[in-house]
T-cell receptor, first 113, second 112 residues
Framework: AQTVTQSQPEMSVQEAETVTLSCTYDTSESDYYLFWYKQPPSRQMILVIR??????QNATENRFSVNFQKAAKSFSLKISDSQLGDAAMYFC??????????FGTGTSLTVIP | DTAVSQTPKYLVTQMGNDKSIKCEQNLGHDTMYWYKQDSKKFLKIMFS???????INETVPNRFSPKSPDKAHLNLHINSLELGDSAVYFC???????????FGQGTRLTVV
């Protein structure tokens, strides 16, 4: 079975500082995709960033970047220059077989002004 | 142009009733999903449909039944609603081939 673990139920960061959210996953597959989704209070699920397992280079999207360690099955999200609008639940997700998504339990991020 | 839309956004109903939540996607995706998000924000997959065939059913009670009239729609029917069914239900879609899932705005179901 594929499982995704987010060990930090809650995190906080000072505005303009950097924060890292952790995610580990369990799989026996070699070909898969990983995602981070953001869910603000509006409850809309928004894609933040994606990583293909076959790519060694870590994905980046503006202030968001990942640290993908395939051997360790680790996929952390770094948010730089945190903004108030970054406050949300963040979900790590694993995709196998093209259409089987598995989500972690989420990390609630608070941004302190 | 909403990519994945689900209706209604809010649904309050009494125990024992039967209700439906509709979902439509205009992205041309071939797979659609239903997720349940409980009060602790945990997202649990309920169903996924690929080309009108059910491919995942994660131990969901048979009171829940997905109905897909075509590739762009996946509706969720719930019979004999129970208090524990109260949650936010998300519809999503994706294109097979390793892309992200696109989510609807969610339906908050409250059973009283």
């Amino acid at each position: 079975a594929q499982t995704v673990t987010q060990s930090q139920p809650e995190m906080s960061v000072q505005e303009a500082e950097t924060v890292t959210l952790s995610c580990t996953y369990d799989t026996s597959e070699s070909d898969y995709y990983l995602f981070w989704y953001k869910q603000p209070p509006s409850r809309q699920m928004i894609l933040v960033i994606r990583q293909e397992a076959y790519k060694q280079q870590n994905a980046t999207e503006n202030r968001f970047s990942v640290n993908f360690q395939k051997a360790a099955k680790s996929f952390s999200l770094k948010i730089s220059d945190s903004q108030l609008g970054d406050a949300a639940m963040y979900f790590c997700a694993y995709l196998r077989g093209g259409n089987q998504f598995y989500f972690g339990t989420g990390t609630s991020l608070t941004v302190i002004p | 142009d909403t990519a994945v839309s689900q209706t209604p956004k809010y649904l309050v109903t009494q125990m024992g009733n039967d209700k439906s939540i509709k979902c439509e996607q205009n992205l041309g995706h071939d797979t659609m999903y239903w997720y349940k998000q409980d009060s602790k924000k945990f997202l649990k997959i309920m169903f996924s449909y690929n080309n009108k065939e059910l491919i995942i059913n994660e131990t969901v009670p048979n009171r829940f039944s997905p109905k897909s009239p075509d590739k762009a729609h996946l509706n969720l029917h719930i019979n004999s609603l129970e208090l524990g069914d109260s949650a936010v239900y998300f519809c999503a879609s994706s294109a097979t081939g390793h892309t992200e899932a696109f989510f609807g705005q969610g339906t908050r179901l409250t059973v009283v």
